[in-house]
């Protein structure tokens, strides 16, 4: 695609270009969630919306909740949805485990490893980026907890700097909720995983659980939540109240630069959409002058 290859305005293009998606919750036999929710036709529709982002991704990072009860078949059908995808674009598939996983199962029928109760955890470089998942699981629990010896293993990963820095990528959040539910259920032992990122590259960390987008800091680092494919929350009702919804499905395009990192948040629904701006419209601009564009399409016409 020619936007992505040049930069009409003062910043450069992205270095890298990650998809960010969250909370599948995949059941197997094509269950709906809760009798309701079509997890798997929603996450078909999503990968169709990625595909026609026109663009080759770095990276496609799904941060947990893969599946809703841990079965081996549902396991089984997502690899079916997304491994295609993947493929098509060339993009490494990075799977994070939630507290609705199950490590034996998502080890051995996700990632073809041995079936283990050890946490989900990894490296990847892409392209001088590194982007390291950690496992926020707790086996037999729903809250999050990031354990001693996966805080020992991170300090020792990131006691080399990497070229573009680093991106954590985990379930379960390290930011405040007002949703009482989520309260419960959050990452403990917060200070302690601070501990371990002062002073170091790391940039960014991707999280889901929430099931709504949201972003804030932790440990100075920007954090950013990526709402759910399989049901969000509705958040117009008061905080005691808020419940699942079929609605609002999204998820995120993440443009990394040397300077700073952007989260967009990519809706997934049919709607109408203008035709005015297109790629021929884009080389027509990167024709001109700067001076030029802004004469074009800057100037107001009254």
């Known amino acids: ?54 663009i080759a991704p770095d990276a496609l990072v799904f941060t947990g909740d893969l599946t809703d009860v841990g079965e081996p078949e549902a396991y089984r059908a997502l690899r079916a949805l997304v491994e295609p995808v993947a493929a098509e674009l060339a993009a490494p598939l990075i799977w994070v485990a939630g507290n609705h996983d199950e490590r034996p199962a998502m080890r051995r029928e996700l990632l073809d490893g041995e079936a283990s109760e050890e946490p989900v955890t990894g490296v990847w470089d892409l392209g001088g980026l590194r982007l390291i998942a950690l496992d926020s699981s707790v086996p037999g629990w729903h809250h999050g907890e990031v354990d001693a010896a996966q805080r020992e293993w991170l300090a020792a990963e990131l006691a080399t700097p990497a070229p573009l820095g680093t991106l954590l990528a985990l379930h379960h959040p390290p930011l405040p909720s007002h949703i009482p539910l989520f309260d419960i259920l959050e990452l403990r032992d917060q200070p302690l995983l601070a501990d371990v990122l002062a002073g170091t590259d790391v940039r960014g960390i991707l999280a889901g659980h929430l099931h709504y987008s949201t972003s804030g800091t932790f440990a100075g680092i920007p954090v950013n939540v990526s709402a759910a494919t399989c049901y969000t929350m509705n958040l117009q009702r008061p905080p005691a109240e808020v419940n699942g919804m079929d609605a609002g499905q999204s998820f995120h395009l993440v443009h990394v630069y040397d300077e700073t990192i952007t989260h967009a948040v990519v809706p997934v629904l049919d709607a109408p959409t203008g035709d005015f701006f297109s790629e021929e419209w884009v080389e027509r601009m990167a024709a001109l002058s700067p001076e030029e564009r802004l004469e074009q399409f800057s100037r107001k016409r009254r």
Do not use: N
């Open 1 to 54: 695609m020619v936007a992505a290859s040049f930069s009409l305005g003062q910043h450069p293009p992205a270095r890298r270009t990650i998809v960010h998606l969250s909370d599948t919750h995949l059941l197997g036999g094509d269950r709906l969630l809760g009798g309701v929710y079509d997890t798997a036709g929603h996450l078909t529709r999503t990968l169709d919306a990625i595909t026609r982002l026109g």
